[in-house]
């Protein structure tokens, strides 16, 4: 099974740490830049990372390749990060709908901060940041998880936290959400997010 991915990516993040904790066993980490490697579209016509292929079978898009490596996890016997067919289904779902939400901003934002400054729409980037700050607002409400019992939102919100302190820290989230803020600090050292830690490659 081959992951294709970056270390820059916090949809890709999202699913390696997921893979990480379920301790799947045979994933292979493709490193790839879908800025730079048009090859990548082969594997995911839109060009975008991650995607996971597993034999025959290609996914696209991290809820979907998160789901399909928590299928595989919880047969081989381990407690679901998708809480399947519980009461809290939907809403763990709302949650990771919501950190993705606050990724797919913040990658936005980096994207059109480097576009030169007489090309980047004023207009945009007040949307992304107030989805952010909104998005962060919600996600401070919610049942986020804890490190001996993560779910997918957990390893969402980890993911958007971790790439606004990699590539936006002039945001300064923390200042409008501490309480976000103490369950990140909460969160950082466990392995699976320490070790996928955003980095430049
Ligand atoms: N909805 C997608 C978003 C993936 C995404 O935007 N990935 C970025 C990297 S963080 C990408 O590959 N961007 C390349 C592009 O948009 O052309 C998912 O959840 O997997």
């Known amino acids: ?3 294709y991915y970056s270390t820059t990516s916090p949809f890709a993040r999202k699913v390696y740490m997921l893979a990480l904790a379920a301790k799947l066993p045979g994933l ?7 800025l730079a490697d048009e090859t990548l579209r082969a594997i995911n016509p839109l ?3 991650p995607a996971l292929v597993d034999g025959e079978l290609t996914l696209i898009d991290s809820p979907l390749i998160c789901e ?5 996890s919880t047969a081989l016997g381990n407690p679901g990060f998708f809480h399947n067919h519980q009461t809290d289904y ?3 779902q709302r949650t990771h709908a919501l950190a993705d939400g606050v990724m797919d901003a913040a990658v936005a934002t980096v994207m059109e901060r480097r576009r030169a400054d007489s090309e980047q729409s004023s207009h945009w980037l007040k949307r ?3 989805a952010i700050a909104n ?4 996600l401070e409400t919610q049942d986020l998880g804890s490190a001996s019992h993560p779910h ?3 390893f969402a919100t980890v993911a958007a936290l971790g790439y606004l302190d990699f590539r936006l820290p002039d945001l300064l989230w923390r200042n409008d959400h501490p309480t976000l803020a103490r369950w990140y600090a909460g969160m950082e050292a466990v392995e699976w997010a320490a070790t996928t830690k955003p980095r430049d490659a």
Do not use: C
Request: proline share 3%.
């Open 1 to 3: 099974m081959q992951l």
């Open 28 to 34: 292979e980490l493709v490193r790839a830049n879908p």
């Open 47 to 49: 060009g975008k990372i």
């Open 68 to 72: 399909y490596l928590d299928d595989k």
């Open 90 to 92: 939907y809403l763990l």
């Open 128 to 130: 992304w940041h107030l």
């Open 135 to 138: 998005g962060l607002t919600w």
């Open 152 to 154: 997918i939102g957990t």
